[in-house]
């Protein structure tokens, strides 16, 4: 029984604890809504263009390994 009645107001003083947080902290975890739908597309469009040259790049690097260093070997 002592238990339950220490619980029940630790429980109460964690609400009180609580609301004086999130009053004096609430503004500074909240992360603003931005509408990004046009960024979308054109993060997307880049996404794609690095990846084609990022692509292009390591295949012709592992070429030119293989052309000058392979043979050697």
Same mark, same amino acid.
């Given at each position: 029984?002592?238990?339950?009645? &220490?619980?029940? *107001?630790?429980?109460?003083?964690? @609400?009180?604890?609580?609301? @004086?947080?999130?009053? !004096?902290?609430?503004?500074?975890? @909240?992360?603003?809504?931005?509408? /990004?739908?046009?960024?979308?597309? &054109?993060?997307?469009?880049?996404?794609? &263009?690095?990846? *084609? %040259?990022?692509? /292009? %790049?390591? !295949?012709?690097?592992?070429?030119?390994?293989?052309?000058? =260093?392979? =043979?050697? *070997?």
């Amino acid at each position: 029984m002592g238990r339950t009645k &220490i619980w029940a *107001i630790f429980k109460r003083l964690l @609400k009180k604890e609580s609301w @004086k947080w999130k009053h !004096v902290l609430g503004s500074a975890f @909240k992360w603003k809504r931005l509408h /990004i739908h046009h960024f979308s597309f &054109i993060d997307d469009l880049l996404f794609k &263009i690095a990846s *084609i %040259f990022e692509a /292009i %790049f390591l !295949v012709s690097t592992l070429c030119f390994f293989y052309l000058c =260093c392979g =043979c050697q *070997i």
